[in-house]
């Protein structure tokens, strides 16, 4: 029981005890009816406790949420007579004051079943009487209340009126129907998942769980509904303790209800997000996780691949004088192609998910014709630095800052926001993994604000006259510093032409070598052409060569099979069954989820897994060791990262022995973290 209800229960039996003597009509009139008042020996009738509250009160369900607690019944039963629990009908969500309570705010009704035993001589009075009592609320005040109910019974031959039949059969029709398997439920962190197997076509208007078991979820957080086949998937933030099977029913459409027992088991991943017209957000999960997506978009500027674009982005402006308005579309342009991409590839990830697909963030770095893609964008970038040819978005500048600033910023800031999504670094992982439990329409902003993070910096360089007033002034060293900066975007295109081996053996690296050396002897003739060198023709004919060539690896790059993942040398590959072997050990376990594409990955790999420190700390302790290996896209790895909120890498669980879940590391690990892990 949590505190505000046991407070509250006190209150009331203090105020019951207190409550002067002469009688006052309660606010929620008891009435106890049966539906035959001559029910069998050896047989049954249904009684019913009507309840009607009036106007502006309300009664409480078997768990009355934060604060209220439902209906109890003393019984004095003659002999022979045996009443089982009363059934509740569904009940509705009401919040107030921040605390969600379970009610009923119009008349309801009870039932119970009365078993006469067959013992009991026919006409025998069986007269059923009890006292009741229940909390009567407001919005404002509660008020203990009770009541002596009682109903006359006789034993007879069980016959029962139409119009009794009538009016049982419309109280049955609102209690909740017991689901003939059991669901599923577990927490994972915060969170509490829980798996209700309901089949496609269900109608759900305004889904809500209630929860009959306390201790187990927040009443008042907004829950999340997703289906996964023929399963309906329910996600909220866990409060409390409790073990074990759970009871809870499910609210479906038209005040109907289904009555589950949760046995505490791993729950399906997530699937396509329910949309209903009354259905909220837990909005303290959308603002933390659009905040993380700002915050670790702004932090993604200092990748290789994108600070040189922002760098001399920012340069171009002071090349033009700074003169105040073209700053100001400039930027506001780079931001609309920044958020538009990042919009862009994040709606196409929800599509593709809602499609089936077991994907994730930075998808399409999955699959080789995309890296290839992404190797000649790269390679076009770091030869335009070096001043092989020019471009209007990263050369003079002057067409760009004057008539195209628009065009070019936008146009820059989609490659930006292209260029960046690789990683998820510090705070996108758990931002971009509130995008799964989320529904579509409220994960696209989570999307969108990793490109207005990523814009951040440019933006304030365009709005803010102090900003750029600090820029350099306009000189020869702005040409040495374009050409510097051809050097880490020159590395990201050696990085790519390393991914598209690792991703395809031999025929990744010879489509990387091919690309890398015919598309710079194209790029060469370009900026021959543009300086009066040479003809057209012989630009022409290169270029065709290098389209011809690129086109048709990627065509060989699309035909062929995902290389299959290999153990590295200080762990084993990752599977569900290899970690429950590895646990079963009883020794600790640490699995890292990586990719060679991540950028992260690879320098926490660096400078703390592979450590030789590290290393031998995991060897004195027996730390069993597992390799998630994304690079080329896996479901079983997309569903773990999804069932530990996430959709990117990197991702690092450390499982202690004996625990029954893992500890999250943080995105960013040192080797005093990992020594420590192992030694505590």
């Not at 889904?207 to 907004?222: I, K, R, S, W």
């Not at 790269?378 to 471009?391: F, S």
């Not at 926490?604 to 700390?617: D, L, M, S, T």
Request: glycine content about 12%; charged content about 15%; some cysteine.
């Amino acid at each position: 029981m949590t505190v505000s209800r046991a407070i509250l229960a006190l209150l009331a039996l203090f105020a019951l005890a207190l409550s002067p003597a002469r009688a006052q009509a309660p606010h929620i009139a008891a009435k106890l009816v049966a539906e035959s008042p001559k029910p069998a020996p050896g047989g049954a009738t249904a009684i019913a406790l009507s309840m009607t509250p009036e106007k502006g009160w309300h009664g409480y369900w078997l768990n009355g949420g934060d604060a209220g607690f439902g209906l109890s019944v003393e019984w004095n039963a003659p002999e022979g007579i045996t009443v089982t629990p009363f059934r509740y009908p569904v009940p509705e969500a009401l919040t107030l004051f921040g605390m969600m309570n379970h009610v009923y705010e119009h008349p309801y009704a009870l039932l119970a079943d009365v078993q006469v035993d067959k013992s009991v001589a026919p006409g025998t009075d069986l007269t059923l009487t009890g006292i009741a009592n229940w909390l009567a609320c407001t919005d404002k005040v509660c008020v203990p209340e009770k009541a002596v109910i009682s109903v006359a019974l006789k034993a007879g031959d069980g016959k029962i009126a139409p119009a009794e039949r009538a009016r049982f059969d419309a109280w049955r029709a609102k209690l909740p129907q017991p689901l003939d398997r059991a669901g599923a439920w577990e927490r994972k962190g915060d969170r509490v998942r829980f798996g209700v197997p309901l089949p496609d076509g269900t109608a759900l208007d305004a889904p809500h769980l209630f929860l009959e078991t306390q201790n187990v979820v927040d009443y008042p957080a907004a829950q999340s509904f997703s289906r996964n086949g023929d399963w309906i998937i329910v996600e909220t933030k866990v409060k409390g303790d409790a073990a074990g099977p759970v009871q809870g029913l499910l609210k479906l459409s038209d005040g109907r209800g289904l009555a589950v027992r949760f046995e505490p088991e791993a729950v399906r991943l997530s699937g396509q997000p329910i949309v209903t017209a009354a259905r909220g957000i837990d909005m303290e999960l959308f603002w933390t996780a659009l905040g993380g997506a700002i915050l670790g978009g702004l932090i993604l500027n200092l990748m290789p691949c994108v600070f040189p674009i922002l760098s001399l982005k920012a340069l171009s402006l002071a090349r033009s004088g700074g003169d105040a308005r073209d700053a100001k579309v400039e930027a506001i342009a780079y931001t609309a192609g920044a958020v538009f991409t990042a919009l862009l590839l994040g709606g196409a990830l929800l599509a593709l998910r809602a499609a089936g697909e077991q994907i994730g963030w930075a998808f399409q770095l999955q699959h080789p014709v995309s890296v290839l893609v992404l190797l000649l964008l790269a390679l076009a970038i770091t030869l335009n630095l070096a001043g092989m040819y020019e471009l209007p978005s990263f050369g003079r500048g002057q067409a760009l800052t004057q008539k195209g600033g628009a065009a070019g910023g936008f146009w820059t800031g989609a490659l930006a926001a292209f260029v960046a999504t690789p990683c998820s670094g510090p705070l996108l992982g758990g931002a971009l993994g509130a995008t799964l439990v989320l529904p579509g329409w409220a994960a696209l902003p989570i999307f969108g604000g990793l490109g207005l993070g990523l814009a951040l910096p440019f933006l304030a360089i365009g709005f803010l006259p102090a900003l750029r007033k600090r820029l350099p002034k306009p000189g020869l060293w702005m040409e040495r510093f374009r050409k510097w900066m051809a050097v880490p975007m020159g590395l990201t295109a050696l990085g790519l032409a390393w991914l598209l081996w690792r991703q395809a053996d031999d025929l990744g690296w010879k489509a990387a070598l091919q690309a890398l050396v015919f598309s710079t002897i194209a790029f060469q003739a370009l900026g021959n052409y543009q300086k009066g060198r040479q003809g057209g023709w012989l630009l022409m004919l290169l270029a065709t060569g290098a389209i011809y060539i690129n086109g048709s690896n990627a065509v060989l790059l699309a035909d062929r099979p995902t290389s299959a993942t290999s153990a590295t040398s200080d762990g084993q590959i990752f599977s569900p069954a290899a970690l429950a072997k590895a646990r079963a050990t009883g020794k600790p376990v640490f699995v890292y989820f990586t990719a060679d594409w991540c950028l992260s990955c690879k320098a926490n790999e660096a400078g703390a897994i592979h450590r030789e420190a590290v290393q031998e700390v995991f060897k004195d302790k027996g730390v069993i060791t597992l390799v998630g290996d994304w690079t080329n896209g896996d479901p079983v790895i997309t569903r773990t990262l999804a069932e530990h909120g996430r959709n990117s890498v990197p991702l690092y669980l450390w499982y202690a022995p004996g625990a029954a879940q893992p500890e999250i590391l943080p995105q960013i690990l040192t080797p005093g973290l990992l020594t420590g892990k192992a030694g505590g």
